[in-house]
């Protein structure tokens, strides 16, 4: 069955820098991938949405990156800011194409 | 903008009781879904419904476990019987037809507590 592995150690950057979070499937390329973004005790968010035949995707200062040979989505934030700190977890569908499977998420801290 | 909306935001109950869980997803869409989340465990698939039926669940979701959606708002899930198991974060999420039914938009949650 397909697995979703991001580092599940929090990553704490400076305020200002660009985060960069890795995301690493184990089996067949999923069709599309996406990133959603968890507050504590909150629903997912959807941030954004990449087709396996896009290798990048940009929405403001986001960015995500798709490479299905390294089995392998990078979620980059640039100029963080502290309201970025929330944990964000790399999701694929599975199954029958309804059914996601989420990540644990990487927790990212943006200090002053 | 249109949002997912869920009641009660937090349910405590006693082991072996019913609960149901209630969810008004966004009204043009068309596919609906539950999910759990464990305390400090990722977010988990429990089933999709459309078109008045179930169309996936998953091995989590056995016979303690009931989805309706009972008029054109509504989306519940009961559980039967709770466990202590239970205790969870239990997310609906909704999509629609437009744009493609892939991105799933969630609700707050609610949070069971099985005593």
């Known amino acids: 069955s397909q697995k979703i592995e991001q580092n599940s150690e929090a990553l704490n950057i400076q305020e200002g820098k660009t985060a960069t979070l890795t995301c690493n499937y184990t089996?067949?390329?999923?069709?599309?991938l996406q990133w959603y973004r968890q507050d504590p005790g909150r629903g997912p968010v959807f941030l954004l949405l990449?087709?396996?035949?896009?290798k990048e995707k940009r929405k403001e200062r986001l960015k995500v990156t798709f490479d299905t040979t390294l089995k392998q989505s990078l979620f980059h934030i640039t100029a963080s800011q502290p309201a970025d700190s929330a944990t964000y977890l790399c999701?694929?569908?599975?199954?029958?194409?309804?059914?996601?499977?989420f990540g644990t998420g990487t927790q990212l801290k943006v200090e002053l | 903008e249109p949002e997912v909306t869920q009641t009660p935001s937090h349910q405590v109950t006693q082991m072996g009781q019913e609960v149901i869980l209630r969810c008004v997803p966004i009204?043009?869409?068309?596919?609906f879904y539950w999910y759990r989340q464990i305390l400090g465990q990722k977010v988990e698939f429990l089933v999709s419904?459309?078109?008045?039926?179930?169309?996936?669940k998953s091995e989590i979701f056995d016979d303690q476990f009931s989805v309706e959606r009972p008029d054109g708002s509504n989306f519940t899930l009961k559980i039967r019987s709770t466990k202590l198991e239970d205790s969870a974060m239990y997310f609906c999420a909704s999509s629609g037809l437009a744009g493609g039914h892939e991105t799933q938009y969630f609700g707050p949650g609610t949070r069971l507590l099985v005593l």
């Open positions: 009204s043009n869409h068309l596919y």
């Open positions: 089996n067949y390329s999923p069709a599309y």
């Open positions: 999701v694929v569908p599975t199954g029958g194409g309804n059914k996601l499977t």
């Open positions: 419904f459309y078109n008045n039926e179930i169309s996936e």
């Open positions: 990449i087709r396996e035949n896009e």
